[in-house]
């Protein structure tokens, strides 16, 4: 059984540029959380979402980024118009609900914007 | 709002030593603790998942207990290895929906031969 799978694992993205960032969840996990590690800080919570719902956007910022999780394929992290305050690691998690059951993370994407 | 602090920031030992990481949560109304590692530019490894109404978790040299009322877990790492060096998180769920997680600041482990 896969684990959490994420890719690409590095991203360089140039200011202005757009970022997408893939996360296909553990077999038979329906629940997809993303999160965000920049430099020298904590892991923050910036959104979960099940299949075609977005379930809680409260760490998302409001602009420039958006998450997906379609029916079909993986869940997608996208962010427009990068800056370099952007540049951090981004981790996605997966459980098989929101009780009770573990958060099983991915190795995460390393995103880093010149 | 939730807040996780751990304590120490950072620790270092020697190797066979026993040591104790903590972690303190200030909502108690948790369904459950988890506790996580994170090797330096890797992702995060599940190590232990402490349900609401357990009291205490183990596994290997591993051992996490969990007192909702004071809103502390503790993890014991039995008998240190070097390989036991790296960044220890504690996480709950919580907020604005159950399955977000808040996470400390980690505790930074060493264990030098």
């Known amino acids: 059984n896969a684990g959490v799978m994420q890719n690409p694992r590095h991203l360089v993205r140039r200011r202005g540029q757009e970022a997408r960032l893939r996360c296909s969840p553990m077999?038979?996990?329906?629940?997809v959380y993303w999160y965000r590690q920049l430099p020298e800080e904590g892991l923050k919570f910036m959104v979960y979402l099940q299949k075609e719902n977005i379930i809680d956007e409260s760490g998302m910022p409001k602009e420039r980024f958006s998450a997906e999780f379609p029916k079909e394929g993986p869940s997608i992290l996208r962010i427009q118009q990068v800056v370099r305050g952007d540049s951090a690691a981004y981790f996605c998690?997966?459980?098989?609900?929101?009780?009770?059951?573990?958060?099983?993370f991915g190795p995460g994407t390393r995103l880093t914007v010149t | 709002k939730q807040e996780v602090t751990q304590i120490p920031a950072a620790l270092s030992v020697p190797e066979g030593e026993n040591l104790v990481l903590n972690c303190s949560f200030t909502d108690s109304a948790i369904y459950n603790l988890q506790w996580f590692r994170q090797d330096p530019g890797k992702g995060l490894t599940s190590l232990l998942l402490i349900q609401s109404s357990q009291r205490e978790q183990t596994s290997g040299r591993l051992n996490a207990s969990l007192d909702k009322s004071s809103g502390r877990s503790t993890l014991y790492i039995a008998a240190s290895q070097p390989g036991d060096s790296a960044t220890y998180l504690c996480?709950?769920?919580?907020?604005?929906?159950?399955?977000?997680?808040?996470f400390g600041q980690g505790t930074i482990l060493t264990v030098h031969p």
């Open positions: 998690a997966s459980s098989r609900d929101d009780r009770g059951h573990e958060q099983y």
């Open positions: 996480a709950v769920p919580g907020g604005t929906s159950y399955g977000k997680l808040t």
């Open positions: 077999k038979g996990h329906s629940h």
